[in-house]
Nanobody, 124 residues
Framework: QVQLVQSGGGLVQAGGSLRLSCAASGLKVSKYVMGWFRQSRGKEREFVAV????????LYSASAKGRFTVSRDNAKNTVFLQMNSLKPEDTGVYYC?????????????????WGQGTQVTVSS
């Protein structure tokens, strides 16, 4: 049984930092494309970042590029999203997800398993 268990998140002031974690069981993150998505109130789930199963390919959304960093610890079977210079528009529920794909993908439809989501709130 595959489980993605998220931790981290919370309330932070604009300009602050947070780190989200996504611990996997039932699959090895080293063999899956692992993505991060955000869903803000009244909006559809949107792509934030993804790391390929080989670790060599990383892709960010335009809004995340330069501020967020996605990484993976294969020994801990965990994926991370380090978020710096946070802005109020980064507020939302963040989800990690896994995809059995040969290349990085940014569409939520390509992902098979999802974490439970974690709230990130950035105050101005």
């Amino acid at each position: 049984q595959v489980q993605l268990v998220q931790s981290g998140g919370g309330l932070v002031q604009a300009g602050g930092s947070l780190r989200l974690s996504c611990a996997a069981s039932g699959l090895k993150v080293s063999k899956y494309v692992m993505g991060w998505f955000r869903q803000s109130r009244g909006k559809e789930r949107e792509f934030v970042a993804v790391i390929g199963w080989s670790g060599g390919t990383i892709l960010y959304s335009a809004s995340a590029k330069g501020r967020f960093t996605v990484s993976r610890d294969n020994a801990k079977n965990t994926v991370f999203l380090q978020m710096n210079s946070l802005k109020p528009e980064d507020t939302g529920v963040y989800y990690c997800a896994s995809a059995k794909a040969s290349a990085v993908v940014s569409s939520p439809d390509e992902y098979d398993y999802w974490g439970q989501g974690t709230q990130v709130t950035v105050s101005s």
